[in-house]
């Protein structure tokens, strides 16, 4: 995850899987903040070094 090793850890309670590929486990202490801030910080991180944004999932679709 640009930068970040499995196992590693994000912010209290979060941390990059160490069984797949761009996932986030949450632990003992683990908030929706912080997850949140979290999944923020990589997108920004994944945008700076590619370009690319990325976009949370699921995209809720609304009628128009």
Known sequence: ??????GS???PGVSCSTLR???LTAH???TSA????VLRSL???V???TGIWLHPEPIRLTAA
Do not use: E
């Open 1 to 6: 995850m640009v930068g970040h090793h499995p």
């Open 34 to 37: 912080s997850f949140n801030t």
């Open 47 to 49: 945008f700076n070094a």
């Open 9 to 11: 850890q994000l912010a």
């Open 21 to 23: 590929t761009l996932t």
């Open 28 to 30: 003992d202490g683990a």
């Open 43 to 45: 997108a920004r991180d």
